[in-house]
DNA sequence: TTGTATGCGTTATCAC
DNA sequence: GTGATAACGCATACAA
């Protein structure tokens, strides 16, 4: 690799405007006194020659970068980067880059982005861990996960590190929707959801419990699995679940960007929403409002707002930890997709006849 | 800010291997020669101090930072989202950190970026600019686009900079459209567009080429504009070119961000595509997709992936000047959103009477 | 086979 | 008011 050599120094200045690398260091940093005449022969050499410092050096002398790095499962996933957005914005106005890493959420892929993170001394990390409900961190790379470096976690919590977290409230949001669904009179409602993230288990946990509250029998095949890059795989999921069960009037979809491919399965089977089947999805996007699918939403700006906001704290404070836990509630949108079990009984009935047939 | 003092030193690991510093740095940088039990005693004391090496003093020492940049006008455009992403797995690949800058395609902001970049002496930079047709770079901003860091333009060519340039060709696309339009028979072809970017105009030019080698007039009321960013603006673009001109049969849409609530306008004023109106969108998302929309694509992932390798090979050459203009096809992706207008002039005849009349 | 010494570009203390 | 200089952590030429 070719090396560039032909950055402009503080010693060129310096030669060009005649003084010491000590006065302009002086003028730079605006400290100490110089002389008004100094000042403006160091001011115009520093515009002829198109100086700026070097930040590498500057973070070496002043053991701060300016650069904060955000580590998610992916770049193309719209809540992420709905978050990515928001903490650019506030990183910027702050006068700090921001490096964005893509574990892929793939655990070796996110190691060897914190090590290389860490290498560059960045001054903080936020990271959507990319772990899966039963993973732990190996001893060996817990210092990459708990080393000084300001981190806040977004998303996911983390077994017992002791870092502060910011995420939805997975939980409810799911108990809510399900709830809702229940309240419409459905008791057959059918799951559809991406792989173990703790973040759906949180969702499943959510939805069982609802049932279970409402004493709705829960059945483990109510639960399909779908990989969002796979658009097959969604198809068939609505296929099982729908063909299999034929009972179900509701499906819940716990993940946005299934809801398209899901619509299209639908549309498929020739089956109309909400006449046919009720829809319920998580996130918002194109879909969803075009389609009018009511939905559960996450506060995905206001989560990297109070991201980057309580890192930067942490990178301002004296204190070493900074245990933490913002939990963001979810917005239950209402919309059209989803109908009142009671308007399907009464139009059986009609159909057989027994609505009339008191007359 | 506090200062952070506490990452382990190459002097910390040759003081606990009992080694000078030297001998760590052969190690470390597997060169010259060490004796197998030195190397052991060192590497044991690397992994128990969790020694990683200062990027920033490699980077001082080495001339070079392992980092690139993107700065695109928003990450929340999937066109861009996708470009990042290929870009970011190749860097990666290479053992490169990506630091994404957002511009909101504001030239300030974009200078802001481009010198603080500049000052961290970054490796190289892929610029999708922020320059309108009309703009130009001011003098002395000049040396931040023209430095001797290695630049890839994307998207958009500025002026006479001597730099690489990666972009689809956007007159042709719009020309081919706008062909396929005619030859379904359209003759009044209304554009929805959104401000005045170089792209944009290309795409301008092209539809505009197009009537004319057809020989079909051409009026500046049929081009609305309309910002993404403003549902409103968008639906009463819709509104405004349709009751204004109700000769139009079809509609083109010059920017994916759009398609979305143009087709909520569409059905708004209670229009059936194809049947009363004819959609054409330009680039591929989920809306196109499950509305069967025809559509114009762009190879962005190749855009992304020939800008890094690109960027390395100017990296990894000697030369100082690598003008170079790549210019990627578009694709007609051809769906079900536009109707021939020979059938609908079959159905008028039927209606008129006419096309019978003869019998 | 290993150690010593120097420079990369800043910042800021100390001395004049 | 200004200049000389040390230190940040690493890589490496040169010495031993």
Tied chains: 1, 2.
Aim: proline fraction near 1%.
């Amino acid at each position: 690799m070719s090396k560039r050599e032909d950055f402009v120094t503080i010693n060129e200045v310096a030669e060009f405007s005649g003084v010491s690398k000590a006065t302009v260091g002086r003028v730079i940093g605006n400290y100490g006194v110089v002389a008004e005449k100094t000042k403006q022969k160091v001011l115009s050499a520093i515009e002829k020659l198109n100086y700026v410092p070097n930040a590498l050096a500057q973070g070496m002398r002043n053991k701060t970068t300016k650069i904060i790095a955000i580590v998610v499962g992916s770049i193309k996933n719209n809540f992420f980067t709905e978050i990515i957005y928001a903490i650019e914005q506030i990183a910027t106005k702050n006068h700090f880059n921001v490096i964005i890493c893509n574990s892929q959420e793939d655990i070796e892929k996110e190691i060897m982005h914190l090590k290389s993170l860490y290498s560059r001394r960045i001054d903080g990390i936020i990271i959507a861990p990319a772990y899966m409900a039963d993973n732990k961190i190996k001893n060996e790379n817990l210092y990459l996960y708990d080393s000084t470096i300001p981190t806040v976690l977004i998303d996911r919590k983390v077994g017992n590190l002791n870092k502060a977290v910011i995420h939805s409230d997975n939980f409810n949001g799911s108990y809510k929707a399900t709830e809702y669904l229940i309240s419409l009179g459905h008791k057959h409602i059918g799951v559809i959801a991406t792989r173990n993230f703790i973040t759906v288990n949180d969702r499943i946990n959510g939805y069982k419990k609802a049932l279970k509250n409402y004493k709705i029998n829960f059945y483990e095949h109510y639960i399909e699995a779908a990989d969002y890059e796979d658009d097959d795989s969604v198809l068939s999921a609505v296929d099982n679940l729908l063909t299999k069960n034929k009972s179900i009037t509701a499906i819940m979809v716990l993940n946005d960007n299934l809801i398209g491919t899901i619509l299209a399965g639908i549309k498929r089977m020739g089956l109309i929403i909400p006449d046919d089947i009720s829809v319920l999805s998580w996130d918002d996007n194109a879909i969803t409002k075009l389609f009018d699918i009511t939905t559960i939403t996450q506060q995905a700006n206001e989560i990297g707002e109070l991201a980057v906001k309580n890192l930067f704290e942490i990178i301002n404070s004296e204190e070493k930890v900074h245990p933490k836990e913002i939990i963001l509630e979810t917005n239950l949108i209402e919309r059209k997709s989803c109908r009142s079990q009671d308007d399907i009984k009464v139009l059986q009935e009609v159909y057989n006849g027994s609505y009339y047939g008191n007359e």
